[in-house]
């Protein structure tokens, strides 16, 4: 019996993946259990087993985007064990029965492309079935490929949103020392996010300024204990997070998202924080945010943060959030415009900490100042709740105690 290996549905709105990997060669003899191949998604990198012990065969190759859905291996149960798993991988042709005959003809001619289509293939955002062959035998060549990439706008090949910055063929000229890449599915889900929070939401942006004077006192006198006791480094980052936790509580709205013509406010607040790594800009959740204390979102910001570094986040790491903080100040940003992380309403910029002269009790002091900046939908939140938001969040961190310091 012959079982389909397909490309595994990672999220909501997500319509392909990329095959980031095989762990097991074509033709290998795998078990039950055993990990095959890794997928990249939008959102997190996914690792896949094998659901049957048997044959392997690979029908898209690495690098290649696919839909949800379509069959990407087969495993055949009925020659398990027959193959030297040290084997180099070698072509084979899948069997009629992984799916529709369309299907099948489909793998068998990605199979017996040469590598110069193989290539331009991954890179086009198409899949074998959306590419009719011209060569001996029906192969697909890489003029094939180039003609159905630019066809498909006007025949209606079908391709995922992400992909369609990837298929539209190349408008700007370029020259010698400038090199073309196709972007990753990560930075492409990034810009069509932050395309579509322009496109969408009535994004405003409001400032303030903190004097984090008192939070550096309290974070400097009770660091070294704090590590100590709990294992993790006490940030900044948790001081924010709880600050706006009850900024949130506050002003609600903030907290909030639109629907159509509905509102749906959350009674809870999971905060996304935003980490920029090596794919690209990613927004892992910390979840229950609202009940936690100091140690508790140390820790959570601390387990994302490795996993965010080693790829290893998953689907439900990044899903939801009602909240984001982004901390542009870790490259040095003194003032910036956070873009909406939609359907989020509102996310928060933490900027760069610099001294700077200020008027206190009627005298000049120099104290350790950081702009803040509410970017929000004003579809949902009007300027004075947006205002309000960042003076009771200015409020809590100029006096830490407030915030209810649990350690």
Do not use: C
Request: aromatic share 4%.
């Amino acid at each position: 019996m012959k079982h389909s290996v397909k490309a595994p549905s990672v999220g909501e709105s997500i319509s392909e993946v990329s095959i980031l990997k095989w762990t097991k060669k074509n033709g290998q003899a795998v078990k039950n259990g055993d990990l095959i191949l890794e997928i990249e998604s939008d959102k997190a990198t996914v690792e896949i087993v094998a659901e049957a012990t048997g044959q392997l065969t690979i029908l898209q190759p690495e690098g290649a985007r696919v839909p949800v859905g379509e069959v990407i291996g087969v495993i055949d149960d009925s020659v398990q064990g027959s193959v030297d798993a040290s084997a180099p991988a070698a072509p084979t042709k899948a069997a009629p029965s992984v799916s529709s005959p369309a299907v099948a003809a489909a793998s068998d001619t990605a199979l017996a492309m040469g590598p110069a289509a193989r290539k331009t293939l991954a890179e086009s955002g198409l899949s074998a079935s959306q590419v009719t062959g011209t060569g001996k035998d029906g192969r697909i060549t890489k003029g094939d490929i180039l003609g159905a990439v630019q066809a498909a706008p006007a025949a209606g090949v079908p391709s995922a949103p992400l992909s369609a910055p990837m298929t539209r063929p190349a408008t700007l000229p370029t020259r010698e020392g400038d090199r073309r890449v196709p972007m990753s599915n990560l930075r492409a889900r990034i810009a069509e996010r932050l395309v579509q929070a322009q496109h969408t939401a009535a994004i405003l942006t409001t400032f303030n300024e903190v004097d984090m004077s008192a939070v550096m006192r309290v974070r400097n006198e009770r660091k070294e204990a704090f590590k100590a006791k709990h294992g993790v480094p006490l940030s900044f980052m948790s001081f924010f997070t709880r600050a706006s936790v009850e900024a949130l509580k506050l002003i609600p709205e903030v907290n909030a998202s639109v629907d159509g013509r509905d509102m749906i406010y959350h009674d809870y607040q999971d905060i996304g924080i935003a980490v920029g790594t090596e794919r690209g800009l990613v927004v892992p959740v910390v979840r229950g945010a609202g009940t936690m204390g100091f140690v508790e979102i140390e820790k959570k910001i601390g387990e994302l943060a490795i996993k965010a570094r080693d790829g290893k986040l998953s689907i439900p790491d990044m899903s939801g959030g009602t909240f984001t903080i982004s901390n542009g100040g870790t490259y040095g940003s003194l003032l910036s415009t956070p873009i909406l992380n939609p359907p989020q309403s509102g996310i928060l910029g933490m900027h760069k900490i610099q001294e700077r002269p200020v008027a206190i009790n009627g005298k000049v002091e120099i104290r350790p100042m950081m702009y803040l900046a509410l970017s929000y939908d004003h579809r949902l939140i009007d300027g004075k709740g947006a205002v309000t938001f960042l003076v009771h969040l200015k409020d809590f961190l100029e006096n830490p105690e407030k915030l209810k310091l649990d350690f």
